[in-house]
Structure formats: structure tokens, C-alpha cells
């Protein structure tokens, strides 16, 4: 006898999308919030909060849950004017969870264009965690009010590479907030349900790093950067140095032609004319330069 595959009722899926919705729900979040200096993190965690200000954490009820975010100081859009205290201070947020985070709230704001230089900062502070990392962060999309009638999949699609690639890298998991409408609860209610689908995604996994090797690793980076700019200054130091031997060698060779020039006859000297001249069109960029160099 067929065995009859079950399939669920309308009723049943009511049922089980309700039982699905209780059994993700969370009695605590932990949350992290980084970014871009003033892409709106601070700004964020006062709506999740519903609350005016905190100070690096802040902890809360939320629709019944005990919720605590932790705010970053950020990193700059150019990642090279970051410091290494300023990414030690980043990285230190997440000492604040030693439990882990539920969380990792990527925030990039839609009043300006995701560039290039914002694509490397973040690629370059993510690589200071774990891969995994990418499991448990979640994009949280600033300035919602900059949409206007727009949508947030229009907007993704209309912008270049590096959007499309931070929503890739995140699995597709994005929320938008507008944080000038703090009293708009709703956006933070489907925020938490978008946090607890991911958890249950993960298995219930948090994000919980190992400090020691994230320390170590923004070690590492500031290491190889300083190791990068003395190679930097070297190969500039040895390419001018080269530079100036070819100079002088031409010139070496072009005082001697010339003295050679004055002992020969007439035809001599027409030939020897052609070299120098096919020597001058040539090098006339190095002629300038010796002219420079000699005065
Ligand atoms: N219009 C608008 N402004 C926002 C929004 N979120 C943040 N801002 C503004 O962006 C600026 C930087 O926000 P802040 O939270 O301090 O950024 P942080 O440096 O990442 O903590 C502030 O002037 C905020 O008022 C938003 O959703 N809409
Ligand atoms: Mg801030």
C-alpha cells in the first residue's frame, strides 16, 4: 500500500508558523552594533532601545525580551586613517559579550553611496573576526527615510558591486531602519524577528570569538601595514637612486662625445652630430632633468 505523503492544512500552517514564531522567541538578546563612523549606530541602539542616549552599553526590555546592545566607535570610510587603538577599541565591544552576541549588526547608512573605500573598510575589519562572523551579522540599512517611495531590493539593485557583495557575503539578511522615527515600533519588533530567525538558522549558535586571536589579528594587520610602507619607502628610495646613476651616466657620455667631437674632421662631425641628435630626441625628459639637476 502507498504511503500518503502529509501535507500540511491551511490551519496547520497557521498553527506551525505561530509555533515556529514561540519556539525562535528569545527571553535575551545581545546585540553589536558596528560600522562607519556616523553611519547611525549610535542612533540605532537608541531606537532598539527606545531610550535618548547610552554610553557604549545599554541594556533594556524589549517586547518582553532583556535586550543589550553594545555600540562601537566605528572606523573611518578611508580604512587607512584607522589607527591601531581605534580597532583595538572596535574589537572591544564584543569583550563586553563574553557570553556571546546573538548578533552582529552591520550598519551602513543609504544617504550616501556604498564605495569602494567603504566596501575595503568593512571587508578589512570583518577579516579581524572569524569567517563565521558573516553567520551572525545581519545589515542594518540607516537613513530608511532616504528611500522615500523607493524599495530596499530597488535600491540594492540599482547600486554597484559593493552592496550587492555585503548582501551576498550576509546570506540575504538586511533590515532597514529609520532612526528619525523612534516611536515607529514596528520596524523594531520585525528587526528582533528577523535577529531570532537567524539564531535558529545557526542552531542556536551566538557569535562568541576568541579575544586573544582577534587582538592578535589587529596585531598582524598594523604589522604588515608598517612592514608595507618601509618596503614602500625603500623601493622610492632605490628607484630615485637609479634614476639619478642613468642620469649621470648619460651625461658622462654625452661630455665625451662632445670633446670627442672637437678633434674630428668635418665629416666626422656631421655623423657624430646624428648621434647626439637621435640621442637628444630621445632622452629629452632626461635632458630636462639634468639641466634641473645641474642647476
Ligand atoms: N535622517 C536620518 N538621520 C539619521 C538616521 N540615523 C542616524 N541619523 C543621523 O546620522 C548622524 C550620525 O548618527 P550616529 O548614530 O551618531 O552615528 P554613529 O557615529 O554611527 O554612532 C546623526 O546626526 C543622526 O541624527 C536615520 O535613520 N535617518
Ligand atoms: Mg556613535
Same mark, same amino acid.
Given at each position: /500500500? ?6 500540511? #492544512? /491551511? ?11 514561540? &519556539? ?19 542612533? &540605532? ?31 573611518? /570610510?578611508? &580604512? ?19 557570553? #556571546? ?25 570583518? &577579516? ?18 532616504? !528611500? ?10 540599482? =547600486? ?8 551576498? +557575503?550576509?546570506?540575504? +539578511?538586511?533590515?532597514? !531602519?529609520?532612526?528619525?522615527? +523612534? ?76 670633446? =670627442?667631437?672637437?678633434?674630428?674632421? !668635418? ?6 652630430? #646624428? ?19 645641474? #642647476?
Amino acid at each position: /500500500k502507498k504511503k500518503k505523503k502529509h501535507v500540511r #492544512g /491551511k490551519n496547520e500552517d497557521f498553527f506551525f508558523f505561530f509555533w515556529m514564531k514561540e &519556539s525562535c522567541a528569545l527571553s535575551e538578546v545581545r546585540i553589536i552594533l558596528i560600522g562607519g563612523r556616523w553611519s547611525g549606530k549610535s542612533s &540605532s541602539g537608541n531606537t532598539i532601545l527606545r531610550r535618548e542616549r547610552f554610553e557604549c552599553e545599554g541594556k533594556g526590555e524589549v517586547d518582553g525580551r532583556q535586550v543589550t546592545v553594545i555600540d562601537t566607535p566605528g572606523w573611518w /570610510k578611508n &580604512s587607512s586613517q584607522c589607527t591601531e587603538d581605534m580597532d583595538q577599541e572596535i574589537v572591544r565591544g564584543l569583550s563586553l559579550c563574553p557570553s #556571546g552576541a546573538h548578533a552582529v549588526l552591520l550598519v551602513v547608512p543609504l544617504d550616501v553611496r556604498f564605495t569602494d573605500s567603504q566596501w575595503r573598510a568593512v571587508e578589512e575589519h570583518m &577579516s579581524l573576526f572569524d569567517a563565521t562572523v558573516w553567520k551572525h551579522t545581519l545589515v542594518v540599512f540607516t537613513y530608511g527615510d532616504m !528611500l522615500a517611495d523607493k524599495s530596499i531590493e530597488e535600491h540594492i539593485e540599482n =547600486e554597484r558591486y559593493p552592496l550587492q557583495w555585503l548582501v551576498d +557575503k550576509c546570506e540575504n +539578511k538586511y533590515h532597514v !531602519l529609520n532612526n528619525t522615527k +523612534k516611536k515607529d515600533t514596528s520596524q523594531i519588533t520585525e528587526l528582533f524577528e528577523k535577529i531570532e530567525e537567524m539564531v535558529a538558522e545557526n542552531s542556536g549558535r551566538l557569535f562568541c570569538p576568541d579575544m586573544s586571536d582577534i587582538h592578535r589579528r589587529v596585531e598582524e594587520k598594523f604589522r604588515r601595514r608598517e612592514i608595507k610602507q618601509v618596503l614602500k619607502q625603500r623601493l622610492e628610495q632605490e628607484y630615485r637612486r637609479r634614476e639619478l646613476e642613468l642620469l649621470t651616466g648619460f651625461k658622462q657620455t654625452l661630455i665625451s662625445l662632445q670633446t =670627442e667631437m672637437k678633434q674630428k674632421s !668635418l665629416s666626422e662631425y656631421y655623423a657624430l652630430m #646624428g648621434v647626439i641628435n637621435a640621442l637628444f630626441l630621445s632622452n629629452m625628459n632626461i635632458l630636462i632633468l639634468i639641466f634641473r639637476i645641474d #642647476g
